[in-house]
């Protein structure tokens, strides 16, 4: 079992930054990839970064490349989503996931602890 704990969000205007903390706890939390998902109301829950469990693998989804960052401090089993030139529509609620494996992936079915997520406001 592996718990993980979001923090950092909040509101922000676009053109903002916010920087989004997820701490990890449990055993082999470490050996496996993390990412960063996330939904708005009605819609599916989209990826938006991942990273391997060496942390020197990345994957971003394309409308976030150039502007988020995803880092992964071992020792300190924390994640964390460092979020640049925010636009409205980076608004949404943003979930924390573990991987089933250390490679990093983009796939939902490819994570398989959750947190509870934390909520990214950007105002226009």
């Known amino acids: 079992q592996v718990q993980l704990v979001e923090s950092g969000g909040g509101l922000v205007q676009a053109g903002g930054s916010l920087r989004l903390s997820c701490a990890y706890s449990g055993r082999t939390s470490n050996a496996v990839a993390m990412g960063w998902f996330r939904q708005t109301p009605g819609k599916d829950r989209e990826f938006v970064a991942a990273?391997?469990?060496?942390?020197?693998?990345?994957y971003y989804a394309d409308s976030v490349k150039g502007r988020f960052n995803i880092s992964r401090i071992i020792d300190e089993a924390t994640v964390y989503l460092q979020m640049s030139s925010l636009k409205p529509e980076d608004t949404a609620k943003y979930y924390c996931?573990?991987?089933?494996?250390?490679?990093?992936?983009?796939?939902?079915?490819?994570?398989?602890?959750w947190g509870q997520g934390t909520q990214v406001t950007v105002s226009s």
């Open positions: 996931a573990s991987g089933r494996q250390g490679a990093a992936s983009t796939l939902r079915n490819d994570y398989k602890y």
């Open positions: 990273i391997s469990w060496s942390g020197k693998t990345t």
